[in-house]
């Protein structure tokens, strides 16, 4: 059972960063695709980030030029690189990754911007 592991929310002033890491534990097999999402409170849960197991990377309109996916293969490991964050950016971020077996959730970390 492969189970990502989100790591690195918290609590960040507008026009700050953080960086979210999310690994993979459990029985690995090669992960294609991996995607972060987010989830604000009373909305739907929309794609951030993806990136394929090449390196080819797709954004949200809403963070192109602010965030940065990248991956370690070697790790199993997905980061998110938030910077000039906004208010609007309070959310919790999941990561998701795509295996032969199947799409694997993790359980998601708070991300919190103050004004």
């Known amino acids: 059972q492969v189970q990502p592991v989100e790591s690195g929310g918290g609590l960040a002033q507008a026009g700050g960063s953080l960086r979210l890491s999310c690994a993979a534990s459990g029985s690995i097999f090669s992960i294609g695709a991996m995607d972060w999402y987010r989830q604000a409170p009373g909305k739907q849960r929309e794609m951030v980030a993806t990136?394929?197991?090449?390196?080819?990377?797709k954004y949200a309109n809403f963070v192109k030029g602010r965030f940065t996916i990248s991956r370690d293969n070697a790790k199993n490991t997905v980061y998110l690189q938030m910077n000039s964050l906004i208010p609007e950016d309070t959310a919790v971020y999941y990561c998701k990754f795509v295996t032969v077996k199947g799409i694997h959730w993790g359980r998601g970390t708070q991300v919190t911007v103050s004004s």
């Open positions: 990136i394929t197991r090449g390196g080819t990377t």
